[in-house]
């Protein structure tokens, strides 16, 4: 799957190293094409609630998806 650039995406699996949880939304900022492989790859900042950049990291486009509207029932 292509993503956007500086699309929002959410991570689908946890980079402990990096504090990284799955579930976590960051931003794209880059794309990577390596000739051969099939999968592509993202940089991606992960922000804290403030603004400031916590970590930026290059993943395969399996471990990221789009956010999903979902509706809140009352």
Do not use: C, K, Q
Not at 3 to 30: K, M, N, Q
Not at 45 to 59: K, R, S
Request: proline residues 7%.
């Amino acid at each position: 799957m292509a993503f956007e650039p500086y699309s929002d995406v959410i991570l689908t699996r946890d980079i402990p190293e990096r504090g990284l949880r799955a579930g976590d939304v960051g931003t794209l900022v880059d794309r990577h094409v390596v000739p051969g492989v099939a999968d592509e790859g993202y940089s991606v900042e992960f922000f804290d609630m403030t603004g400031n950049t916590v970590a930026v990291v290059t993943v395969p486009a399996s471990a990221l998806r789009l956010p999903v509207a979902v509706a809140i029932e009352r």
